[in-house]
């Protein structure tokens, strides 16, 4: 899919806000695991990485394709899992207090 | 088909804002991860069925085992993390996106030097998403070796503004000449990317290891914006939408950040702390520090109805939030009111304390942020700091000549009594003294963190 300029400049600009709202509610406590989940996200860098990779077709792309598919799959799963790992963290207290 | 992926793309956003959301409140926060990640799964799946991807067989198995490699070395790496060393993985996690995203760049650009210029507006971003990744990559590459402790000091060159400067200008002659030219030479690629790489480096190397936090927020919306660009040069709208929400969320938290640190991003980034924070030092400091030992601040505290501790950097560093916790349910049984103050830029990132302090299973309605808890100072009978420092320095409310004045501080000097945990006599990172050290009702209890608060909890068992 082909995306006009004007288009992509909307686009930009909504997300822009988007991305300005959501995270300006944010209480302080949150803010690590925010950094970490926002850092998840950008790991749909993969989808670009693998559209990319499968179209290669010389060696060189190839190295660099595979390169760059093997880091956006670490972003997206280091990520994940680092994300997880802290939110984990605010489970409802009633159950750690009894540990 | 076409349709089909775009549908899965455009839920995938929603997806992606919902969840961004949700995690902006402690009681949704881990279902909003759930709903981003469900969502990334079948981004990834769906990426396989773009038009042109299953034609070249070898290039599918290329993809499944990059996929495989990337994720297990991140798996392993994220579970086997300690918390306290999170903020050192985001950064390396976000400089692969960086990497990821100047790498596809790298792929689109080897492409035009062999003869397929793409022209106008997505070769301008190709190159720009170029640029912006490799220093996001190479920048966190180096962030992540400061946190790590693995490059402690700050590296500077003779003129190293100027050098940086001077590299940067070049870095963006070449990026203009690839960007706009219609017959580029691989060498020329290479070299720009070199040079972006390099300029990633030396960007970073002379911020302090305390500044850390705000460069990685920073590198992070930079990842961002190099994602949504490359999503545009790749006509993929899930990917220009993520990247630009991650670019303005990243942009205003390293904002915040900053603002809560009291230093506009241009000191952070371009100037060293310590050059700036000598006048202040000098001056005349009133009283002496009266030191405390463990079983008289342990009396001190079991006694009280309301206790407020503050803890610093320095309590992660000795690892003390477990016998913190101890500490409080220690209290509590006691029937003493515990509460915890939390500076926005106290550890390493902002809630990097809470996160620790859940860790230790301190329940988060006890932690509060600097506007909840200052009016309650003055109701305190203790306020226990322990390795926080230029956070409670009162000087920046009283002193408008000192380098920190105006920074928002927990007024622990406000409090009946003040024990502050420490491990030596010397200033903060900062390098200003701390006038609430000298204060009357303040307290020295010398030590490591962990050690001085074991003393505590054994001083107060004994009372029992």
Known sequence: MMIE?????????????????????VPVILHTPMMSGSNFIHGIVLVGATVV???????????????????????????????VRMLEMFKPTDKKGAA | MDTFIQVVYFVVAVLFILGLKKMSSPVTARGGIVWAGIGMVAASIVAFFEPGVFDHGTNVFLIILAIAVGSAIAYITAKRVQMTDMPQMIAIYNGMGGGAAAAIAGVELVRMAGGHAIGGTAQVLAVLGALIGAVSFSGSAIAFAKLQGLMNKTFRLPMHMIINLGLFVLTLIAGAIIAFGDDVSIQLVLVFFVMALVFGVLFTTPIGGADMPVVISLFNAFTGLAVAFEGFVLGNAAMIIAGTVVGSAGTLLTQLMAKAMNRPISNILFASFGADAGAGADEEIEG????IQGTDAAIMMAYAEKVIIIPGYGMAVAQAQHKVAELTKLLESRGVTVKFAIHPVAGRMPGHMNVLLAEAGIEYDKIMDLEEINPEFPTADVALVIGANDVVNPVARTNPDSPIYGMPILDADMAKNCIVIKRGRGAGFSGIENHLFYADNTRMLYGDGQKAVGELVSGIKQLQ
Do not use: C, D, P
């Not at chain 1, 300029?5 to 300005?20: E, P, Q, V």
């Not at chain 2, 002496?288 to 030191?291: I, N, R, V, Y």
């Open chain 1, 53 to 83: 990779m499968g179209h290669a077709e010389t060696t060189l792309e190839q190295v660099i394709g595979f390169f760059a598919v093997a880091l956006a799959a670490g972003n997206a799963v280091g990520g994940y899992v680092a994300t």
């Open chain 1, 5 to 25: 300029g004007f288009t992509a400049l909307y686009i930009f600009m909504l997300s822009a806000f988007t991305g300005y709202e959501v995270i300006s509610r």
């Open chain 2, 288 to 291: 002496s520090m009266k030191e």
